[in-house]
């Protein structure tokens, strides 16, 4: 069992910047790909970020370059920071960890609103 907190989420101007944190329980983290998505009102979730056990990152193309991924093995943290953030960037952002150990599973936190005025 994982469980997710995400912290970090606020009110910003556009071209401002933000970072989420995302804090996992269990003695899995290390192993399981971690992931951030958002999902805007009225759209569906998708996929900001993601990255692998091993550090491997991919971005949606939308963020790309001004989105970065990582994680803290150590900590049991993964981070999104957020820099140029722009209006079309509001939603709430959940963090995903993604395990196979014995099957599959997938494990979401709450989620934490970012919104970003113009």
């Given at each position: 069992?994982?469980q997710?907190?995400?912290?970090?989420?606020?009110?910003?101007?556009?071209?401002?910047?933000?970072?989420?944190?995302?804090?996992?329980?269990?003695?899995?983290?290390?192993?399981?790909?971690?992931?951030?998505?958002?999902?805007?009102?009225?759209?569906?979730?998708?996929?900001?970020?993601?990255?692998?056990?091993?550090?491997?990152t991919?971005?949606?193309?939308?963020?790309k370059?001004?989105?970065?991924?990582?994680?803290?093995?150590?900590?049991?943290?993964?981070?999104?920071?957020?820099?140029?953030?722009?209006?079309?960037?509001?939603?709430?952002?959940?963090?995903?960890?993604?395990?196979?150990?014995?099957?599959?599973?997938?494990?979401?936190?709450?989620?934490?609103?970012?919104?970003?005025?113009?």
């Amino acid at each position: 069992q994982v469980q997710l907190v995400e912290s970090g989420g606020g009110l910003v101007q556009a071209g401002e910047s933000l970072l989420l944190s995302c804090a996992a329980s269990g003695s899995i983290f290390s192993r399981a790909a971690m992931g951030w998505y958002r999902q805007a009102a009225g759209k569906q979730r998708e996929l900001v970020a993601g990255i692998t056990s091993g550090g491997r990152t991919n971005y949606a193309g939308s963020v790309k370059g001004r989105f970065t991924i990582s994680r803290d093995n150590a900590k049991n943290v993964v981070y999104l920071q957020m820099n140029s953030l722009k209006p079309e960037d509001t939603a709430v952002y959940y963090c995903n960890a993604h395990v196979v150990v014995a099957g599959v599973y997938d494990y979401w936190g709450q989620g934490t609103q970012v919104t970003v005025s113009s």
